[in-house]
């Protein structure tokens, strides 16, 4: 009897500490996750290219499509450096697609690792003419072809923008680093007198690695509570 009185004793003093806690863990916020993020990546701008990432999300996982688009600045007559990087010919035409894995490991939510594997293919197909010297016109065509086949493993962090609402602005840094294969080719092409005449080609195919930092600016929809 004397043991169960002071069971009860120590069960009743006890009490208010646990209720106590108990109100701290539910006064607490846990951050929510987003069903859907949509981003651009803005450095990208720097160097003519127009990127996009759509990721649905899951808890801590996000699956994502990443899509990107450049333009070429530089026309024809123009005789390129075909050993210069990719991204400062302004020669050339860019299309990327890709996929994305992201898991937050974080207990705040907010630091991630990401892992994406893409397609690029950079591309001109160029008429040039110039004189002979002989008093004719030369004419042909440059064809100029990338294909990169890569993987990045990306750290990032979210920085907070919005605490509530449905949509909410998002601000995601990163960095890491990648490897990829990269085939090229090169060719000249006379048509003068309508008869094609390769005159140069060149090609060939690289491992290289790569270093990435960056951001993602955009936007979250969340769920209704």
Same mark, same amino acid.
């Given at each position: ?10 069960h009743?003093?006890?009490?208010p ?5 108990e109100? %701290? #863990?539910?006064?607490k ?9 949509? #981003? @651009?990546q ?6 003519? +290219?127009?990127?996009?990432?759509? %990721?649905?999300?899951?808890? !801590? ?6 899509g990107?688009y450049?333009?070429r600045?530089?026309?024809e ?11 400062l ?5 860019? @299309?990327?697609?890709?996929?994305? $894995?992201?898991? @937050? ?12 594997a893409? $397609? ?6 160029? %008429? ?6 002989a008093?004719? #016109?030369v *004419? /042909?065509?440059?064809? #100029? ?5 890569? &993987?990045?493993? =990306?750290? /990032? ?9 449905? &949509?909410?602005?998002?601000? =995601?840094v990163?960095a890491? @680093?990648?490897t990829?294969? !990269? ?8 048509? *003068?007198?309508?008869?094609? %005449?390769? +005159?140069?080609?060149? /090609?060939y ?9 960056g951001?993602?600016l955009?936007? +979250?929809?969340f769920?209704?509570?």
């Open positions: 009897m004397k043991h169960c009185l002071c069971i009860l004793l120590v009743l003093c006890c009490l500490v646990l209720r106590a806690q109100s %701290d #863990t539910v006064g916020r846990v951050p929510d996750f987003p069903c859907f993020r949509f #981003t @651009v803005p450095l990208q701008l720097i160097v003519g +290219e127009i990127s996009a990432n759509a %990721d649905w999300v899951y808890k !801590r996982n996000s699956f994502g499509v990443i990107a450049r333009s600045k530089l026309s007559n123009y005789a390129p450096d075909i050993e210069s990087p990719s991204y010919r302004n020669d050339l035409n860019a @299309v990327s697609i890709g996929f994305s $894995y992201k898991r @937050v490991f974080s207990a705040d939510r907010r630091w991630y690792y990401d892992v994406q893409f $397609y690029r293919h950079w591309w001109n197909y160029n %008429d040039y003419s110039y004189p002979d010297g008093g004719q #016109t *004419t /042909g065509r440059q064809t #100029t072809d990338y294909n990169v086949y890569a &993987i990045k493993a =990306l750290l /990032g962090y979210k920085v907070v923008m919005a605490r509530r609402g449905k &949509i909410r602005p998002c601000l =995601l990163f890491g @680093v990648g990829r294969i !990269r085939t090229y080719t090169y060719e000249a092409t006379s048509t *003068t007198g309508g008869v094609p %005449d390769p +005159e140069y080609s060149f /090609g195919v690289r491992k290289l690695g790569s270093v990435h930092f951001m993602q955009g936007f +979250e929809v769920r209704k509570n």
